[in-house]
């Protein structure tokens, strides 16, 4: 009776331990501010907009035939801060720049 236990564990252990694709999902919350600077040259301006940030997205990413253990690896929560800046416009017309700052928090769990 022993045998037939340890066997069908080691047959539940060894099939836990497969590898096979796996899929990881996080989801990313990001909370700070964004400042809005546009300077016109052309009227001779330049105002500053501040407003709040707070923004949530969800990424799954697939890791392709891999053993669980590998993928509890690579998918894992982690905070970041962060400092963005964006520019665009027109040249001699108008300047806008975007900057980002705040943190971002990734929470993921492996399915």
């Known amino acids: 009776m022993k045998n037939i236990i340890l ?3 080691f047959f539940v252990l060894a099939l836990m331990s497969c590898n ?4 990881c999902t996080c989801t990313v919350v990001t909370t700070g501010t964004t400042n809005t600077r546009t300077v016109s040259d052309l009227l ?12 949530t997205n969800q990424n799954s990413t697939t890791f392709n035939d891999v053993s669980k253990r590998k993928a509890k690896y690579n998918c894992f929560d982690k905070s970041e ?11 001699g017309l108008v ?15 492996l399915e």
């Open 7 to 9: 066997i069908a564990s």
């Open 20 to 23: 096979k694709d796996r899929v």
């Open 44 to 55: 001779g301006t330049d105002t500053t907009v501040t407003i709040p940030l707070n923004t």
């Open 81 to 91: 801060s962060i400092n963005e800046t964006t520019s665009n416009g027109v040249p």
């Open 95 to 109: 300047t806008i720049t975007i900057t980002n700052t705040g943190t971002r928090n990734y929470s993921c769990e």
